[in-house]
């Protein structure tokens, strides 16, 4: 389905992405980043909180990482402060990012199996599938937040992915 290059491109992209986004949310105040906008995670910061939970949660089961020590429903909670947060995810997109390098096409045709707390039983399906399923999890909810900072006032930077981050090769 997918190819290791794939998978690092994109690692590269979410971390280009999420840097330019906590960079224009630094400029709002912390009332603006928690105000709820409608969102599914209702504000900014909830919405970050979100994504980083759900990276941490399936790198547990790709990579062994440790679990969040939230569920999903406090999600948005996961971690209070702005900068605490705005630092845990750059460490995460740097261990993902370094993961993504070692990549190999064995790993991503195998299967993976897991309890899913959201589907409420075992479930088993392609890994590289699941590394789609991340990847446009990322996507989904940057797009969120992207839409809520610009609607607060800040300025964000490029996101097309061919503006963002060299073509594999």
């Given at each position: 389905m997918i190819e290791a290059s794939y998978v690092r491109t994109l690692a590269a992209y979410n971390a280009e992405l999420n840097r330019g986004l906590y960079a224009a949310a630094a400029t709002l105040s912390d009332a603006d980043r928690r105000q709820d906008r409608g969102a599914f995670w209702g504000s900014i910061h909830g919405t970050f909180s979100h994504l980083l939970w759900a990276d941490q949660l399936w790198m547990s089961r790709f990579a062994g990482w440790e679990r969040p020590n939230v569920g999903m429903k406090?999600?948005?909670r996961l971690i209070d402060d702005f900068e605490a947060l705005r630092a845990?995810?750059?460490?995460?997109?740097?261990?993902?990012?370094?993961?993504?390098?070692?990549?190999d096409a064995g790993w991503l045709a195998g299967d993976l199996t897991w309890f899913s707390?959201?589907?409420g039983r075992?479930?088993?399906?392609?890994?590289?599938?699941?590394l789609v399923h991340f990847f446009n999890h990322q996507t989904h909810h940057r797009g969120q937040a992207h839409a809520m900072i610009t609607a607060a006032g800040a300025k964000t930077a490029?996101?097309?992915?061919?503006?963002?981050v060299a073509p594999p090769g």
């Open positions: 406090d999600s948005p845990a995810r750059g460490d995460v997109d740097e261990r993902l990012s370094a993961w993504a390098q070692d990549m707390g959201a589907a075992e479930v088993t399906a392609p890994r590289g599938f699941l490029d996101t097309d992915l061919f503006m963002v």
